[in-house]
């Protein structure tokens, strides 16, 4: 499975993005999707997870209440709607896939994860 990320940017503090991760060479629908994030000098943190099965989903506390996660299978796709940016949220982010579909807290652990998209830049100015 392949993984291709999508959609960040230069955001000012307060505005909205959307990423996508759009997966190809497999079907992700019964797969856990995860949305981790490294900002600059910092190590990689989960940020978001949601179940195939089930549509599940879990977050970072600093996440909750401004993300979301969801999934479109019939394209194969997850999607991240980033609301009420805040510089701190500035960040590389990643998607991945586990294919064994684990669920919280294992979806929060990067080592669960066997495949990853190649990240994409959010930037949030204040």
């Known amino acids: 499975v392949q993984l291709q990320a999508s959609g960040g940017g230069l955001v000012q503090a307060g505005g909205s993005l959307r990423l996508s991760c759009a997966a190809s060479?497999?079907?992700?629908?019964?797969?856990?999707m995860g949305w981790f994030r490294q900002g600059p000098g910092k190590e990689r943190d989960f940020v978001a997870s949601i179940k195939g099965s089930t549509s599940t989903r879990y977050y970072a506390v600093s996440a909750q209440g401004r993300f979301t996660v969801s999934r479109d299978n019939a394209k194969n796709t997850v999607y991240l709607q980033m609301n009420l940016l805040e510089p701190e949220d500035t960040a590389v982010y990643y998607c991945?896939?586990?294919?064994?579909?684990?669920?919280?807290?294992?979806?929060?652990?990067?080592?669960?994860?066997?495949?990853w998209g190649q990240g994409t830049l959010v930037t949030v100015s204040s």
């Open positions: 991945a896939a586990d294919r064994h579909g684990s669920s919280w807290p294992r979806s929060a652990n990067e080592y669960e994860y066997e495949y």
């Open positions: 060479g497999g079907t992700a629908s019964s797969y856990t």
